[in-house]
Nanobody, 128 residues
Framework: QVQLVESGGGLVQAGGSLRLSCAAS????????VAWFRQAPGKEREFVST????????YYSDSVKGRFTISRDNAKNTVYLQMNSLKPEDTAVYYC?????????????????????WGQGTQVTVSS
C-alpha cells in the first residue's frame, strides 16, 4: 500500500512558478513510479508527467514539455513537479499517482486507470 499527499498548489500569475510535492508513505514506495495528472473543471483527467523509478527516463505531455520538470527524492519519499512559465490553461487540480515501473515504461503510462494509488489533489490557479 502507498499513501500519497500532494501540496504546493496555490494562486500564481501567468509566467510565474510553483513547485508541487507528492509525499508518499508506505514501506514499498521505492518499488513504485509516480506520475502527475491534472483535471480542469469540466474536463477529463489528463496526464502531465512521469518518470521511471531510476529517473533515467522522463515523460511529459506536449502541453508542459520544456516548462515542467519532474524529480524524485527517495530519501524523503517525495516526488516533485517544478512548474515554470505557468499559463492560465495550466489551471487545474493536480494529482500524483503511483504505479509499477512497468506501467510507466508502457503505453499505459498516460492512462489514469493504470494507476492504483492516488493523492487527494492540490489546486493550481494561474491568473492572466
Amino acid at each position: 500500500q502507498v499513501q500519497l499527499v500532494e501540496s504546493g498548489g496555490g494562486l500564481v500569475q501567468a509566467g510565474g512558478s510553483l513547485r508541487l510535492s507528492c509525499a508518499a508513505s508506505g514501506r514499498t514506495f521505492s518499488s513504485y513510479a509516480v506520475a502527475w495528472f491534472r483535471q480542469a473543471p469540466g474536463k477529463e483527467r489528463e496526464f502531465v508527467s512521469t518518470r521511471t523509478i531510476s529517473g533515467i527516463t522522463t515523460y511529459y505531455s506536449d502541453s508542459v514539455k520544456g516548462r515542467f520538470t519532474i524529480s524524485r527524492d527517495n530519501a524523503k519519499n517525495t516526488v516533485y513537479l517544478q512548474m515554470n512559465s505557468l499559463k492560465p490553461e495550466d489551471t487545474a487540480v493536480y494529482y500524483c499517482a503511483a504505479a509499477s515501473n512497468a506501467v510507466v515504461t508502457s503505453t499505459a503510462r498516460e492512462r489514469a486507470s493504470a494507476y492504483p494509488y492516488w493523492g487527494q489533489g492540490t489546486q493550481v490557479t494561474v491568473s492572466s
